[in-house]
């Protein structure tokens, strides 16, 4: 006699229970009761054979039912979720964020504004990622997202759904440090030539302002030069975090090689350095502003716009969009601030003595400028405007020795100082490596590795 089969029938029945309403679950259990009494019923049937019928010895078997209702326990127990990534965009809000992302949670909400810890996720930044499990109604069940990052790690803050409340961890994860190397030749413009190699728009900027006492990246920039650039990447997991620093460069301009590299002497700050040794860096930047156009130069003697009288421009204007950023052109420390008659919105940095300069007609400050606060060359210190006797949007840069106005295109530019002779044999190292690193870039290298 053959017993039939009842595994495809428990089978169907748990899947019934695991994807089914509470209603559909009870009928699922009755159901599978209902076939194992049929089936064992049949089971002993008289067995038949043609027109003969045989006796058949009842066949007493003890059939292992499913824990059912443990199955059902656990499926309660157990909450669907869906995992949902998004970046902050310009003018978003934590509310913003969370309806985006699918989250209808005020309770989650309120704690991240209260708890001491996931407060930190309130300071968003454009382009900081998200990620969040939820429920299908909506439920925030875990939140997470990196919130700062060091040199070697990076700190990241999760926000958890518990039994009886929400809980939020502080954790930082090192970082893996990678060492890129691209190159790229320009073609329209030095950005696009930067995209279509993949390097990160930060890095592009950092070359430029690494260069741009050397070269003249508004008017000099020609179809045809190219750079080879090496530098930092840090990553979490696979994922990319952050660029880092520029490690070396070259940039040809118009048939001019320009090469530097990263160096930090020991107990020393580090800085760029031509491959001779001498500082990249010159004292102070050729513009503070990339500009469109010179609008005034300096004049002992000019029609005034405004007041339609002849009196001295003592600086440059540099005509350039409203909010365009200015930088400072050299290390100091902000020694005036504040609203001056025709300058407008004014700062005025003192450098070492006896140099000082002076920016006017600014829009608005950069955040934290005040008296006395110290400057890096190259530091956004404010933004381009009109105010003052202005006709329209760009700076008044003025360059002063001795606090006297002088014309800073007709003044040798002092540079930083060269490196020791003792530092600068270990920077031949790094030179050497960049000069092997550069010649990987190269297309003859590339072509000789192929074959």
Known sequence: MRIPDYKP??????????????????????????????????????????????????????????????????????????????????????????????????????????????????????????????????????????????????????????????????????????????????????????????????????????????????????????????????????????????????????????????????????????FDGKALKKAFLRTPVAFTRISSGFSLKRLHPILKTYRAHKGIDYAAPHGTPIYAAADGYVKEIGYRGGYGKLIVLQHWSPYSTAYGHMSRYARGMTRGKKVKQGEVIGYVGATGYATGPHLHYEFRINNRQVNPRMVAIPTAKPLKPHHLRQFRLVTKEMQHRFAMLSPEFKLAKAE
């Open 9 to 274: 029938f428990i089978g169907m029945a748990q899947q019934l229970l695991f994807r089914s309403s509470r209603k559909t679950r009870a009928l699922a259990v009755a159901g599978l009761v209902f076939a194992l009494t049929t089936f064992g019923a049949v089971a002993v049937a008289p067995a038949t054979v043609g027109a003969i019928q045989f006796d058949a010895k009842t066949v007493q078997m003890e059939l292992p039912l499913p824990e059912l209702s443990a199955q059902i326990e656990a499926l309660e127990e157990h909450v669907e979720h869906f995992v949902r990534e998004d970046k902050v965009r310009w003018g978003d809000t934590m509310g913003t964020l969370l309806t985006r992302m699918g989250i209808n949670d005020p309770a989650a909400l309120a704690f991240i504004k209260s708890n001491s810890t996931a407060k930190d996720l309130l300071k968003l930044m454009t382009g900081q990622m998200f990620r969040a499990k939820v429920t299908e109604e909506g439920k925030l069940l875990q939140l997470s997202s990196n919130v700062s990052t060091d040199e070697d790690a990076v700190r990241k803050i999760v926000v958890n759904r518990e039994q009886y409340g929400f809980t939020a961890e502080d954790s930082s994860t090192e970082l893996d440090r990678h060492v890129e190397m691209r190159s790229g030749v320009i073609h329209s413009s030095l950005f696009a030539a930067a995209d279509a190699a993949q390097i990160p728009g930060a890095v592009t900027s950092a070359m430029i302002q690494m260069f741009i006492t050397n070269i003249d990246f508004r008017r000099n920039i020609r179809r045809g030069d190219f750079f080879k650039i090496v530098y930092e990447t840090y990553w979490q997991n696979g994922n990319f975090v952050r660029s880092g620093r520029i490690l070396g460069a070259m940039f040809v301009n118009q048939g001019e090689v320009h090469e530097a590299a990263w160096y930090e002497a020991p107990g020393q700050e580090g800085g760029y350095y031509e």
